[in-house]
């Protein structure tokens, strides 16, 4: 387990400021999507225009992207493999059953009573891969707001009881200095029934 949690800069696997408009798929997601297998279930929850999604299809996975943005949706809406959803999970309800996606990638969006939601939606043995911004940020740019930066460590306590394979934070310098948090994390049987027993 890889984990560096009061690291200054990232190591250089990955050291790219996310950007939600980016057509490149963030480093982070790259790294870890190699833990999911074809025709897993996947979710690109705040999907933009899809980085995310065409790259878990192009891996083989049957996926949902999701935005509350229409006109970004509409980017993806003849690809084939990707379901695109419009919905805001923020003020209307978490549209998923338990156990439906097999691997959850989440970048540059923070919304944290989502957390338990996320949680619950991932199978066993099943994958979530998360990257935003973080406390400091404030001092590159936006977001700035402390609403939506990470504090420190919170990742780690948010994704709870899930077994960590790798987390990082701290500062980074490309493409653009920025300060983020990013965490790959799995469903294994043991999280399965801590969360019954809670």
Not at 49 to 59: E, F, N, T, W
Not at 77 to 101: K, M, N, Y
Request: charged share 25%.
């Amino acid at each position: 387990m890889a984990i560096d949690r009061h690291g200054d800069e990232a190591p250089s696997h990955g050291n790219e400021a996310p950007s939600h408009g980016d057509e490149a798929p963030s480093h982070w997601v790259l790294r870890f999507c190699g833990l999911v297998a074809p025709g897993a279930r996947a979710l690109d929850l705040a999907c933009g225009r899809g980085r995310h999604a065409r790259l878990l299809r192009d891996r083989g996975c049957s996926v949902v992207a999701l935005d509350r943005d229409e006109s970004a949706l509409a980017l993806l809406a003849h690809e084939q493999g990707i379901q695109t959803l419009a919905a805001d999970v923020e003020s209307g309800p978490w549209p998923f059953e338990p156990r439906s996606f097999d691997v959850i990638v989440v970048t540059n969006y923070l919304h944290r009573p989502l957390f338990p939601w996320l949680r619950e939606a991932l199978a066993e043995d099943g994958v979530l891969i998360y990257e935003t911004f973080a406390a400091g940020n404030e001092r590159y740019g936006r977001p700035s707001n402390p609403d939506f930066l990470l504090r420190p460590d919170e990742l780690l306590e948010a994704v709870k009881p899930l077994d960590i394979v790798a987390f990082e934070q701290g500062r980074i310098t490309r493409p653009r200095p920025a300060v983020v948090q990013r965490i790959c994390a799995v469903r294994t049987a043991q999280a399965t029934a801590e969360t019954l027993i809670a």
